[in-house]
């Protein structure tokens, strides 16, 4: 069975998520692997305020990501709560959102360890639904419990909003305008994003998990995101 990360908060004891978790690298080459969007997204707290920090990359002439690549994005102003999006396509509706209990920068302050693991675990046991399909879920980071959360039926406007800004982007991190007022601040800070495209790893029916590709070519994934439904 694959190593776990060496933290006390990286206990993922899950069965499930145990049999989807890969070996994390070494200590030393995780320190020379953070300079992917997981670190552009840490480094939010030090922007100025008019700062529209966007990291995309261009257009290569060839292509670096497999067309079946999963789009994953986490937003969220700086003092609300963060929302996850996950799209087969970025210019399709998201097939799964979800505002996450936890604040944007509590989980920014999360990725200062490099290695982020959010899992969400549902506790429905009728299994008359695709796991994505399931409403009510256990979110769990870094393997401490943080709350729970249900799936939206409908996207909010400030979520429409985001989906419709960053409908041309398929990586990137930064700041964007709010819906309101067109301005780069509210009173809820500043609204910042970070898109991946994922590798999709399917364990069974009732286990999937999401690893962030990284554009630099950094060997391992810094971002892991597990969905686990009860037995």
Same mark, same amino acid.
């Given at each position: 069975?694959?190593t776990?990360?060496?933290?006390?908060?990286?206990?993922?004891?899950?069965?499930?998520?145990? +049999?989807?978790?890969?070996?994390?690298?070494? !200590?030393?080459?995780? =320190?020379?692997?953070?300079?992917? #969007? %997981?670190?552009? *997204?840490?480094?939010?707290?030090?922007?100025t305020?008019?700062?529209?920090?966007?990291?995309?990359?261009?257009?290569?002439?060839?292509?670096?990501?497999?067309?079946?690549?999963?789009?994953?994005?986490?937003?969220?102003?700086?003092?609300?709560?963060?929302?996850?999006?996950?799209?087969?396509?970025?210019h399709?509706?998201?097939?799964?959102?979800?505002?996450?209990?936890?604040?944007?920068?509590?989980?920014?302050k999360?990725?200062? +360890?490099?290695?982020?693991?959010?899992?969400? !675990?549902?506790e429905? =046991?009728?299994?008359?639904?695709? #796991? %994505?399909?399931? *409403?009510?879920?256990?979110?769990?980071?870094?393997?401490?419990?943080?709350?729970?959360?249900?799936?939206?039926?409908?996207?909010?406007?400030?979520?429409?909003?985001v989906?419709?800004?960053?409908?041309?982007?398929?990586?990137?991190?930064?700041?964007?305008?709010?819906?309101?007022?067109?301005?780069?601040?509210?009173?809820?800070?500043?609204?910042?994003?970070?898109?991946?495209?994922?590798?999709?790893?399917?364990?069974?029916?009732? +286990?999937?998990?999401?690893?962030?590709?990284?554009?630099?070519?950094?060997?391992?994934?810094e971002?892991?995101?597990?969905?686990?439904?009860?037995?």
């Amino acid at each position: 069975m694959p190593t776990v990360h060496s933290s006390p908060y990286l206990q993922m004891d899950n069965p499930a998520i145990m +049999s989807l978790l890969r070996p994390t690298p070494g !200590e030393k080459h995780r =320190k020379s692997s953070s300079g992917g #969007l %997981l670190r552009m *997204f840490k480094l939010f707290p030090m922007l100025t305020s008019g700062c529209k920090m966007v990291a995309l990359l261009g257009r290569p002439k060839k292509p670096l990501l497999k067309d079946s690549a999963t789009t994953g994005t986490i937003f969220g102003y700086r003092k609300g709560r963060v929302c996850l999006a996950i799209q087969d396509d970025p210019h399709c509706v998201p097939m799964f959102v979800i505002e996450l209990p936890m604040l944007t920068s509590l989980l920014q302050k999360e990725m200062a +360890s490099d290695i982020v693991r959010i899992a969400l !675990e549902s506790e429905t =046991k009728t299994h008359k639904k695709k #796991l %994505l399909e399931e *409403f009510v879920w256990a979110v769990y980071c870094n393997g401490r419990k943080v709350g729970y959360s249900i799936r939206r039926k409908q996207l909010s406007d400030d979520e429409l909003h985001v989906m419709q800004l960053l409908r041309g982007v398929s990586m990137g991190a930064g700041v964007l305008p709010s819906p309101n007022d067109k301005e780069t601040v509210t009173s809820d800070g500043e609204l910042t994003y970070m898109r991946a495209r994922f590798e999709k790893v399917v364990g069974s029916k009732d +286990s999937e998990a999401l690893y962030m590709i990284n554009p630099d070519g950094a060997a391992g994934p810094e971002l892991s995101i597990f969905f686990v439904r009860a037995r």
